[in-house]
């Protein structure tokens, strides 16, 4: 894992193509802002692992409709 240190108002680029910019410092959290291709998803982590649990279960679900067909 790369880390880096940024302050308020700097950036850092990802790809040519993916900004993060530190929006504001309050505590002992940081807001982000991410300018990034229509095409790239952009989740916080704990959304990601909610949508490819639910893409799991779906995926099983199918499977197993199938092998009862």
Same mark, same amino acid.
């Given at each position: 894992?790369? *880390?880096?240190?940024?302050?308020? +108002?700097?950036?850092? *680029?990802? +790809? ?5 910019? *530190?929006? !504001?410092?309050?505590?002992?959290? $940081?807001?982000?802002?991410?300018? %990034?291709?229509?095409?790239?998803? $952009? ?6 692992? %909610? ?8 995926? !099983?679900?199918?499977?197993?409709? %199938? *092998?009862?067909?």
């Amino acid at each position: 894992m790369l *880390v880096l240190s940024r302050k308020k +108002n700097e950036s850092i *680029v990802i +790809n040519d193509s993916i900004t993060l910019v *530190v929006v !504001e410092i309050r505590g002992d959290k $940081v807001r982000l802002g991410i300018d %990034a291709p229509k095409d790239v998803s $952009v989740h916080r982590k704990e959304i990601y692992d %909610a949508i490819k649990k639910s893409q799991r279960a779906d995926s !099983e679900a199918r499977r197993s409709e %199938a *092998v009862l067909s």
